[in-house]
Each structure stands twice: as structure tokens, then as C-alpha cells.
């Protein structure tokens, strides 16, 4: 039901004050974590505070917004971060604003530091308002990932964790870092057995990291130190690879997507043209193939 939930409140946005846009949903995964992507162009936000932090960019246009008793612009390419319980407001600039913001409950950042650095810590943000282009990339892909059709489960909570320990560790008050990085071989490997072992279904990155003994913050370090991508790259090139087998099989491709672990045949598609270049009907009538759209009975 909690799926549902966030999937259906994720497909009806509101339409307010004319120009106005806003699409608000939970996600039960990350501790029911509430995400907004809005367009305002007249909505004025009344002082308000939020019991969670307030992780967002700006996506285009300025907000203005008075928090800690100074009033600041968030422009397009900007990072805005908030302290839980902060009071502050908001309204547009100009021709308005758009962005994309993430709620997350303290909880959740907690134990996701947690996991980061092997002790509980909390940050506080000083600065509301910062140029990081990089966590701006990675704060934006995020936040539209978890609107896609495909919710590929070790994908979303790689890139949150990475996320979310950025903005902590680049711009809180944390007095801290992760463990030297160091190599982890047997790890690494073990990991890689997994992921060749669970290509057909989803993967836990919690799972993945019980299984070989490690953080799941280090096991995405360690494992990108050695293999040179992500375990969701890894996993990803994995189950091309083995569409690309099938390919030469009489299965029809609906049924080749299911038994590699894709969400469908569109999922399937959009990842193998993106890898390798062309449609899987494409490379399969290439490698001479009969191309088969039906199961046969």
C-alpha cells in the first residue's frame, strides 16, 4: 500500500495559482521521506518550519526566502539547505522559480551518517544558499530517479546515501570523515559474486553489503576503487550482457527483460540502447536472429 501510495501521489500534481505546478509524494523506502517538485511563479509560502532537514536545488528561476532572520536568493544551479525546526519562508522572484526538494526526517540522515562514519552524528547546516555543482547534479538525478517508472532498488539507495552524506560531510558541521578508503579484495570479490548470482531479480544494497561484511557506504567506495563503477554499473553491464546472450535465443523480448532482471520491455530497451547502441530488436536481427514477439504455445 505504501508503494501505491507514493507511486499514485507521484502522478497527481496540483495545479494552484495559474503558473503554479507542484507534485508531492512519500517515499516508503527512505522512511516515508517526503519529495516536492514545484513551479511557482505567484505561490507565497507563509513562515513555517519542518521537523526534517531540507535538502533541495533550484532548478530555474530565483526564490527568495527569508530564513535566520536574513533574506536570501536561490537561483538556478544553487543547493538549498535547512536545519529541522528553522523558521523561513518563500516566494518567487521575477518570473518565479522552480525546484526540486527533498525532506528528509532526521532519522533517516542519522543513520545514514551512521553508516558513513561507523558512529551516530547529526549535522548543522551554516549556509542555506551553496555553489556545489556536483552535489547539485547529484541532489537533482536523485530527486528525478525516484519519479521514473523504473525503481531499480540498489540504484536509489546508492545514489541517496552518496547524496545525502555529501551535502552532510561538505557542508555541516561534522568534524569528521569516512574511514580510510584501503582495498578490500575479498569483499570486492564476494560482491561481485552476488551481483552475478541476483541478476534475474532486485538487490538490496543492504543485502549486498551483509554479504560481504561491510558498510554500505565503504562497500560503494571500495567497490568503485576496484572495479571502476558502482555495484548497480556493475549489475546494470551484467544483465546487458546476458539480454545480449539471449538475444540469440528465440525468446521474445518481454521475456528476455523479465529474465534479466528489467522492470519491462521499455526499461529493457532505453538500458541496452543506452550501452550498447542500437534496440535489442536491432542487435538481435544484426546477429541474424528471427525476431520473435510472441511466446510460442
Known sequence: MDQLDALTQSQTPTQGTRGDFARLWREPRFDRMECLNARFQRHVYAPHT???????????????YRYRGVTHA?????????????????RPA??????????????LIGQTLADALDRPALPSFGDTVLKDPELFQAIRALHRDLERPERDALHLESVALRAFTAAALRHGDLNARPRPLGREPVAVRRAREYLDAHLEGPVEL???????????????????????????????????GRAKEMLGGPLPLAEIAAACGFCDQAHLN?????RVGVAPGHYRRGSGTPSVQTAAH
Do not use: C, M, Q, W
Not at 537561483?75 to 535547512?82: E, F, H, P, R
Not at 553489503?209 to 571502476?228: D, I, K, M, P, Y
Open 50 to 64: 519542518h521537523e526534517t532537514y531540507v535538502i533541495g536545488v533550484i532548478t530555474a528561476g530565483t526564490e527568495l
Open 74 to 90: 536561490a537561483s538556478a544551479g544553487d543547493v538549498v539547505l535547512l536545519n529541522p525546526e528553522e523558521l523561513h519562508d518563500g
Open 94 to 107: 521575477g518570473e518565479g522559480y522552480a525546484y526540486r526538494i527533498f525532506y528528509p526526517p532526521v532519522a
Open 206 to 240: 543492504a543485502d549486498l553489503a551483509e554479504a560481504v561484511g561491510l558498510s554500505r557506504f565503504h562497500l560503494l567506495r571500495v567497490f568503485r576503487a576496484a572495479v571502476g563503477t558502482t555495484p548497480h554499473g556493475y549489475l546494470t553491464d551484467r544483465r546487458v
Open 270 to 274: 532505453r538500458v541496452f540502447k543506452a
